[in-house]
């Protein structure tokens, strides 16, 4: 088990951190928005929301803000937020589902609450092939354990709903410190996909590698769908992003 997924380091308090300001804002106005009765939310790679150092993770932080709106907005609104919490590792879901009942996070009028032990690829089709309803959203959040699973043509088809709002976190700098040199061949098969083949290893800083990602992101999606990136910085050149879609 990675140190990162025992005690969060300074830019995955970060990163949890905006997670919170972006679903504060898009919760907010979902549940007060017309024509909307249900929000899908998914965290594709959860954890167990809970750190050694007592720290919440991003489904703490999801249910904790979906609890605190639902409840404000609740005269004015009937929209429902289904939570899905996925993880590979069923002991990690199993302390994540003990953890929100122990703290009271969750009630059924809310919406539902699912966890889910799948593959990301094979969870990822299922959301891809689901029946969209009239009126119905989805947010997906996606931390993933590296890159190698992450593919322009699945966000592309999480994405092709028009209805779907994506956040991915990468982390670019390790990716960066691996694009010139010494390249794994999970690395090489991800940048081939998103950049242009006269661009690989030619990124001059860890930002510029960040700024190249999500213009090919951009022309990869052809114009279809908005993306932008937030860069965190941990320490001098050491740079991740959040990718949104």
Known sequence: MKESQINPYEHSDIKVKLLKLYLEKYINILALAKGVHTVEVYDLFCGEGIYNNGKEGSPVIILRLIKEIYYKAKKNSNVKFNCNFNDFNNQKTTKLSNYISEKKLHYPE???LSYHNEDYQVLKDKIVKKNKLKGLKSF???DP???KEISIIDLEGLLSDKNTEVLLFLPTQFMYR???KSTPESLYNFLTE???EEELGMSGSGV???????DGFGDKLKGKHFVDSFIITRNVNEFFALFFF
């Open 208 to 214: 510029d590698f960040i700024h190249k990602l999500r």
């Open 178 to 180: 691996f694009e010139k």
């Open 145 to 147: 354990y590296g890159y």
């Open 140 to 142: 997906i959040f996606i």
């Open 194 to 196: 998103v950049l242009p």
């Open 110 to 112: 809310m919406g539902t």
